[in-house]
C-alpha cells in the first residue's frame, strides 16, 4: 500500500460564492478539476473570525481556549510591549508536531502563527517570510526558517512589490495608468499582495519539488487582503462607490482568484495524482448586497465583511467523487488529517474526522490527547514557549516592585488594549462553545470598566440570558442605554454640525483634521443610533424570554419602522410569530429574511416549521431541506424535515432524516419517539425500536449543552408530531409529577410522596386554606409551563404537581414518571365548583355540567399524550380507592416509583375526613 | 561596512544549482514559453523556477 501522503492549502478568505461562479465561467479549471474529483462543503467558521486564531484552531483542532492564540496581537513576555501573535503561544501541538513524532516528512510555509519557526522533521518556513519594507528588500528575520541554514535560499525565493512590472499587475487592474499613484496607494497594495502570494508559492514548490514529504501545508492570506481592499469595488457596483473608483478596480477580485487558480495548478502537478489535497478557507467574504456598508469602529471591525462559512475540499485516494458534504468545521481538519495517516484522534479536541468524505470509511482510532504522548514533536524548547499574558502581569509586578523601569504611556496603553482584545475575544469563544459562565467573569470586567461599549453589554446580557437570569439582562442593558443615551445627538445639534462653517485661514492639514473631526461626530452618532436599535431588539428577546411575546412583538415592529432591511430583526420577528403561533406572519417574515438574503439557512428552518404547521408538507420538506443543506449540523431542521416527510407518507426518508437528528442530538426526545412509532408501526422493525428505545435507559438529559440549549430554544410550541401505540418504559432519572384534574386528590398524592421521602418542588406560594386544610404543594412556575420551562432542567429526581391540562406541554427532553389522579368526573365538577362558591366567585345554583364534557376531553388527551412518549410512564391511581384501601394503593405507589418506602406510613396520609364530595 | 549578506554553503550551493540550470517551459500544447525580463504572472504561478528563470532573463538583460 502507498504511503498517504498531503497537501494541505490555506486560502484566508476564500468563498464559494465566488468561486462557483468563476468555474462556472472557466476562470478557475483548477479549482474546478479539484472540485470533480472530490469532496466539497462549506466550513463553520468559529467566533470570533479572527485569522490567527481560526489557522490555529485548523492547525490543531483545537478552540482558541486550548490552543492559547487570543487574538491578531500579544504582550512581549519579555518586556513592555506588543507584537504579532506567535507560535511560542501556542499551548498544545498542532498537526506538525503531532506528524514529527510519528515520524512523518512534515514541511509548513506561511502559517500563520508560525513565527518562529518550529524545528520540525522537515522544513518550516514562518508566516513572516514573505513579509517585507514597503520600500526596498529587507533581510529574512532570525528564526524564520528550519532548518537555519536554508535561510539564504528562501530569502532569495522572497518577491519584493517593487520587483514587479506591468505584467503582473494590468491583469488585475487594466487603467492602472490611469490611477495618481502619488494620492491612491492602492496599486501599491496589489503589488505586495501578488509579491507576497508569489514569494510564499515559491518556497513551497521547491519544497515540493526537491524535498521527501508525506505533509505539506502551505497558507496564502492574500485572497483575504485582496477582499478586505476590494471586494467594495466587485462587480455588482455598490452603492456610494465612485463610478471611476469601480471602473478602476472592478476586475481585482476576479484576477486574485485567478491567480490562485493559476498556483494551484502548479501545486496540483507537483503534487501528483495519488497526493491527498485539502484546500480550506478560514472563513467566507460577503460579495453581493450583503456587503456591510460601514465598517462598525472597533478593534478587529473588518472581520464584519466575513462570511459565517469557508471553502471546503478534498481529493485523493479514498475520497468520494464529485460528491457534497455538510457539517464541517474549520476544528474537524486536523482530526480528518490523523484519520488520513490512520493516527488516533485526541479525545480533547474540538473537531471530528469528515468521514462523510470517504468511499469506505474505517473506524475512528482515539487517544485521551496527544499532549501527553512523549517524544520529540518538533516544538521550540520550553524556554521560548510562554504565556504572554501571564508573563506580562510578572512583568507589571516586577515595575511596581522598582525592578524595571516604568514603561512609556503609549507602550502601557498598547499592552492594556491588547490584553482587553484578548479578554473579549476569549469571552466570545467561551460563548462559542456554550461555556457561558467562563465568559460571564471576563465579560463583567470589561462592561464594569466600560459600560458604554456595546459589544460588551451585548455578549454580557446574551450569556445572562443563557443562564436565565432574566433580571440581570435588564439591569445590564439597562445600564448601557442610559449610558449611551447620554452620547446622542439631538437633531438640533446634528443640524448646528453640518452647518457648521470652517474657520479662515486654516493650514491644509488643519482643514482635514477639522473635516475629520465634523465627520467622526455624525458617523458616531450614526453607530450610537444602530447599537441602541440593537439593544431594542435584545429588549425584545427579553421579553420573549419572560413570556412576554405580544410586547417583544410591539417592539419588533417599532424598529420595523427604521431598519426595514434587517435580517436579525425578521428572523427574531418570524420566531416570535412561530411562539404565537401565527403560521401565515411568521412565513412572511421568514421570506423578507430570504428576500435580503437568499442563503440563511434559519430562515429556511423557520418556513419548514411554519408551513409543518399549515400542512403544507411538500413546501416544508423543501425548506427543511435548504436548510439543512446550508446548515447541516442543526439537529432541529432534521426533525422538522422528518417530520414533515413523515406527513407525507415518505416514511423510509423520514427515518433518515430522523436518525441523522438522534446523531447530532440524541436526546431529542420528539425525534426519538417519532423514530420508535415508524419503526414499531410502520417499518415492521422492533430491533431497531428496541434499540431507539434503548437510549431511556441511559438517563441522560443532553449529550453536550451545544444540544441543550439548540433543544430548549425550539422544542415547545411548535406541532411537532406524535407516535402512537407503544408500550412502557424503563426511565433512569426522572422527574417525578403528580397529575390530574385540579380536585382530583393531587394535594393527598404529594403529601404521600413527601412522606414517602421524595423532593418535593414546591414554593409555598399558596397557602392551605379550607379547600386544601393541608396545603396545595404547587409551583408558580407550573402555571407557565407553554412557555418557560427551563425551571425543569433542575427538578430531575424531584416531584412537582401539574395539572392534566399542562401535561402535553411538558418538553420531549426529559423523562417523566406521573402518578395521575383519577376521579369521577362528577365529583371533580362538584368539588371545583364547591371551592369556587367557598371563594365567592360562583353561585351555589349554577353547576358547570358542560365542563363535564371537557374534563373528559383532557383525560383523554392525557391518555393518549402519555401513551404516544416514550419518555413518560404513568400510574392512574384511583381517587375513591385510594381513600377506601391507602395502603394496597401505597404499595402500588412504592412499586410503580421503585423506590424503598413505608407503605403503611405512606398511606397514614389518607384523612377519609376530607374526602367530602361524594356522588 | 560589508554588506555582503552571509549565506550558508547549503543554500549557496541550492542556487548556484538553480541558476545553473536552463529552464525551458512550453503551454500545454507544446510550445515554448518566452522568458523575458518583463515577466508574467504566469512565470510567478510555476513557482520557484518559473521565479528564478525570470531573475535570470532579467540579469541577461541588464548585461
Known amino acids: 500500500m502507498k504511503k498517504r501522503k498531503v497537501l494541505l492549502i490555506g486560502w484566508d478568505g476564500a468563498d464559494w460564492k465566488i468561486i462557483n461562479k468563476l468555474m462556472e465561467e472557466g476562470i478557475m479549471p483548477s479549482m474546478n478539476y479539484l472540485v470533480n474529483n472530490g469532496v466539497m462543503g462549506n466550513l463553520a467558521t468559529l467566533d470570533p473570525p479572527f485569522s490567527p486564531m481560526l489557522w490555529t484552531s485548523i492547525s490543531t483542532g483545537m478552540r482558541p481556549d486550548k490552543h492559547g492564540i487570543l487574538g491578531f496581537s500579544e504582550p512581549i513576555p519579555e518586556t513592555i510591549g506588543v507584537r504579532p501573535v506567535s507560535s511560542t503561544s501556542r499551548k498544545v501541538k498542532a498537526i506538525w508536531n503531532i506528524l514529527t513524532q510519528k515520524g512523518y516528512k512534515t514541511h509548513s510555509v506561511g502559517w500563520w502563527p508560525s513565527h518562529p519557526a518550529e524545528p520540525i522533521n522537515g522544513i518550516m518556513v514562518s508566516n513572516h517570510f514573505q513579509k517585507m519594507n514597503d520600500n526596498k528588500p529587507t533581510p529574512l528575520l532570525v528564526g524564520a526558517v528550519h532548518p537555519p541554514e536554508l535561510t539564504g535560499l528562501f530569502a532569495h525565493l522572497r518577491i ?57 501545508a502551505m497558507y496564502l492570506d492574500t485572497i483575504d487582503h485582496f477582499s478586505h481592499g476590494f471586494m467594495n469595488f466587485h462587480p455588482p457596483k455598490m452603492q456610494g462607490t465612485p463610478d471611476e473608483m469601480f471602473e478602476l478596480y472592478k476586475d481585482v477580485i476576479t484576477a486574485a482568484y485567478r491567480y490562485h487558480d493559476m498556483m494551484l495548478g502548479r501545486l496540483l502537478q507537483l503534487a501528483g495524482k495519488d497526493t491527498t489535497i485539502i484546500l480550506v478557507s478560514d472563513h467566507g467574504f460577503h460579495s453581493d448586497h450583503l456587503r456591510p456598508k460601514v465598517i462598525p469602529d472597533e478593534p478587529a471591525g473588518p472581520a464584519y465583511q466575513h462570511r459565517d462559512y469557508g471553502i471546503f475540499c478534498m ?26 495517516y490512520d ?18 470509511p474505517k473506524e475512528i482510532k482515539t487517544i485521551p490527547s496527544w499532549e501527553d504522548i512523549e517524544g520529540e514533536a518538533g516544538m521550540l524548547p520550553t524556554e521560548f514557549q510562554e504565556d504572554p499574558y501571564d508573563a506580562q502581569e510578572s512583568l507589571k509586578q516586577l515595575v511596581e516592585l522598582g525592578y524595571i523601569e516604568e514603561p512609556s504611556d503609549d507602550m502601557k496603553e498598547n499592552v492594556e488594549r491588547t490584553i482587553k482584545e484578548a479578554d473579549y475575544n476569549l469571552s466570545r469563544v467561551y460563548i462559542g462553545a456554550y461555556l457561558h459562565q467562563k465568559a460571564l467573569p471576563i465579560l463583567e470586567k470589561l462592561f464594569n470598566n466600560e459600560p458604554d461599549q456595546y459589544r460588551f453589554a451585548f455578549r454580557l446580557v446574551e450569556c445572562y440570558k443563557f443562564i436565565d437570569k432574566i433580571d440581570k439582562c435588564e439591569e445590564i442593558l439597562n445600564i448601557y442605554i442610559e449610558k449611551e443615551k ?70 419588533f415592529q417599532q424598529i420595523e419602522k427604521v431598519a426595514s432591511r434587517s435580517r436579525g430583526l425578521y428572523i427574531k420577528l418570524g420566531n416570535a410569530y412561530l411562539k404565537l403561533r401565527e403560521w401565515d406572519k411568521s412565513i412572511a417574515s421568514f421570506r423578507k429574511v430570504l428576500e435580503i438574503d437568499p442563503e440563511n439557512a434559519v430562515a429556511f428552518h423557520g418556513l419548514a416549521i411554519g408551513f409543518l404547521n399549515k400542512n403544507n408538507y411538500e413546501s ?36 433518515n432524516a430522523l436518525k441523522v437528528c438522534l446523531t447530532m442530538a440524541p436526546s431529542l426526545g420528539k425525534a426519538r419517539n417519532l423514530l420508535i412509532d415508524i419503526y414499531e408501526n410502520y417499518l415492521n422493525n422492533p430491533i431497531e425500536a428496541q434499540k431507539t428505545k434503548d437510549y431511556f435507559k441511559t438517563g441522560k438529559i443532553h449529550s453536550n449543552t451545544k444540544e441543550k440549549t439548540i433543544i430548549q430554544e425550539f422544542e415547545t410550541g411548535l406541532n411537532i408530531a406524535q407516535p402512537r401505540n407503544i408500550q412502557r418504559k424503563e426511565l433512569t432519572n426522572p422527574i417525578y409529577i403528580v397529575s390530574g384534574l385540579p380536585r382530583s386528590g393531587t394535594s393527598l398524592m404529594m403529601q404521600m410522596l413527601e412522606k414517602a421521602g421524595l423532593p418535593i418542588l414546591t414554593d409555598n406560594k399558596r397557602k392551605p386554606d379550607e ?13 407557565k409551563l407553554a412557555t418557560e420551562n427551563k425551571w425543569l432542567k433542575n427538578s430531575i429526581n424531584k416531584t412537582v404537581k401539574i395539572i392534566a391540562q399542562l401535561l402535553p406541554q411538558l418538553p420531549a427532553r426529559y423523562q417523566y414518571k406521573i402518578i395521575f389522579m383519577n376521579r369521577d368526573i362528577d365529583e371533580v365538577v362538584m368539588s371545583q365548583h364547591k371551592m369556587l362558591v367557598r371563594n365567592g366567585k360562583a353561585k351555589e345554583d349554577t353547576l358547570p355540567l358542560n365542563l363535564k364534557i371537557s374534563f373528559t376531553k383532557t383525560i383523554k388527551k392525557v391518555q393518549s399524550w402519555a401513551t404516544k412518549n416514550h419518555n413518560v410512564d404513568i400510574l392512574y391511581v384511583n381517587h375513591s380507592d385510594l381513600i377506601q384501601q391507602p395502603e394496597k394503593e401505597a404499595k402500588k405507589i412504592i412499586d410503580f416509583l421503585g423506590i424503598d418506602a413505608d407503605y403503611q406510613k405512606i398511606a397514614s396520609v389518607v384523612d377519609e375526613k376530607l374526602y367530602r364530595i361524594k356522588k | 561596512m560589508n554588506n555582503k549578506k552571509l549565506v550558508h554553503k547549503k543554500s549557496k550551493e541550492i542556487l548556484k544549482n538553480l541558476y545553473d540550470k536552463n529552464e525551458v517551459f512550453n503551454t500545454e500544447d507544446g510550445k515554448i514559453i518566452n522568458v523575458n525580463k518583463d515577466g508574467s504572472l504566469g512565470l510567478l504561478a510555476l513557482g520557484y523556477r518559473g521565479l528564478i528563470a525570470w531573475r535570470k532573463a532579467k540579469k541577461s538583460n541588464v548585461k
Open chain 1, 343 to 360: 493516527l488516533p484522534i485526541g479525545e480533547d479536541m474540538d473537531g471530528v474526522p469528515l468521514v462523510q468524505s470517504f468511499e469506505n
Open chain 1, 315 to 340: 481529493k485523493g485516494p479514498g475520497i468520494k467523487k464529485d460528491d457534497k458534504i455538510f457539517g464541517a468545521t474549520l476544528l474537524d481538519i486536523t482530526p480528518t488529517l490523523l484519520y488520513l
Open chain 1, 486 to 555: 447620554k452620547n446622542i445627538l439631538t437633531n438640533e445639534d446634528i443640524k448646528k454640525i453640518q452647518q457648521e462653517k470652517m474657520p479662515e485661514n486654516l493650514s491644509e492639514k488643519e482643514k482635514e483634521n477639522y473635516e475629520r473631526k465634523r465627520s467622526t461626530k455624525l458617523t458616531t452618532n450614526r453607530r450610537i443610533y444602530r447599537d441602541l436599535l440593537q439593544a431594542d431588539l435584545i429588549q425584545a428577546d427579553i421579553c420573549i424570554s419572560k413570556g412576554e411575546v405580544k410586547k417583544a412583538l410591539a417592539i
Open chain 1, 160 to 216: 519584493h512589490p517593487s520587483e514587479l512590472t506591468q505584467e503582473h499587475l494590468l491583469p488585475f487592474v487594466p487603467k492602472a495608468a490611469k490611477i495618481d499613484q502619488d494620492k491612491d496607494k492602492r496599486l501599491f497594495h496589489i503589488a505586495k499582495n501578488i509579491a507576497e502570494s508569489s514569494s510564499i508559492h515559491a518556497a513551497t514548490t521547491w519544497i515540493a519539488e526537491n524535498q521527501e514529504w508525506d505533509f505539506l
Open chain 1, 620 to 655: 416544508s420538506i423543501e425548506s427543511a431541506l435548504d436548510s439543512v443543506n446550508l446548515l447541516y449540523n442543526n439537529p432541529l431542521a432534521h426533525l422538522v424535515l422528518g417530520e414533515a416527510l413523515f406527513k407525507y407518507g415518505e416514511i423510509k426518508n423520514a427515518e
Open chain 1, 771 to 783: 379547600n386544601n386544610p393541608k396545603g396545595y404543594y404547587e409551583y408558580e412556575l407550573v402555571k
